[in-house]
């Protein structure tokens, strides 16, 4: 089955500077790769993904990057704020009968030091 | 709306009770999940419904039982759970088949004692 390698387990950037944040994928089948941020207590909540015929996708701050050869994706935060202190997950999709269920990496604990 | 939502936000039972999580949602999603997630873990998929139908079940033990009595409501029932069964409970819903987005529920969260 899938598998999904993720690093860092901690990151701490200053205010301002960039994070980024890699996941490596096993299955070549997998086609879609989410990231999901979860604050303390709170739900894991999509913040960005890319589907396997894109290379990269951006949205204000946060972008992702998607190498299908090396299966690997990468999460870019830029100007990071305080707010983007959390726990980042990536996943990754195979399809599976249609019903695609999520494989997750162990998640990245971002902090942001103002 | 937008929104999966869950009941209750918390739940306390004892290992000789019998309770039930509930999930909804009113986006038209055909597909539902359970997961659990310990602390400072990753979500742990369960149960997948598909056009509510049971179609993976993830090795999970039969004192946790799924039931999908629609297209916008997930229940998971509970009985004579352990103390290691202690976790976040969430539901997610994605739209199915051709769509592998899935939007998570706030998450019951459960301690057996």
């Known amino acids: 089955g899938e598998n999904v390698e993720q690093h860092p387990s901690t990151l701490s950037v200053q205010e301002g500077d960039s994070a980024v944040i890699k996941c490596t994928y096993s299955d070549s089948a997998s086609n879609y790769f989410p990231w999901y941020k979860q604050e303390l207590g709170k739900r894991p909540q999509l913040i960005i993904d890319i589907r396997s015929n894109v290379g990269e996708k951006k949205d204000q701050r946060i972008a992702v990057t998607l190498n299908k050869t090396a299966k690997h994706f990468s999460l870019h935060i830029t100007e990071t704020q305080p707010e983007d202190s959390a726990v980042y997950f990536c996943?990754?999709?195979?399809?599976?009968?249609?019903?695609?269920?999520?494989?997750f990496g162990k998640g990245t604990r971002l902090s942001v030091i103002a | 709306d937008t929104e999966v939502t869950q009941t209750p936000k918390h739940l306390v039972m004892g290992m000789t009770n019998k309770k039930s999580l509930k999930c909804e949602q009113h986006m038209g999603h055909r597909a539902m999940y359970w997961y659990k997630q310990k602390a400072k873990k990753p979500p742990e998929l369960m149960f997948v419904y598909s056009y509510e139908k049971l179609s993976i079940n993830e090795s999970v033990p039969s004192r946790f039982s799924p039931e999908c009595p629609n297209s916008s409501l997930l229940n998971l029932h509970l009985h004579a759970l352990q103390p290691e069964d202690s976790a976040l409970y969430l539901c997610?819903?994605?739209?199915?088949?051709?769509?592998?987005?899935?939007?998570f529920g706030p998450g019951t969260r459960l301690t057996v004692t």
């Open positions: 997610a819903s994605g739209a199915g088949p051709l769509s592998a987005e899935q939007y």
């Open positions: 996943a990754a999709s195979t399809p599976n009968s249609g019903n695609t269920p999520l494989v």
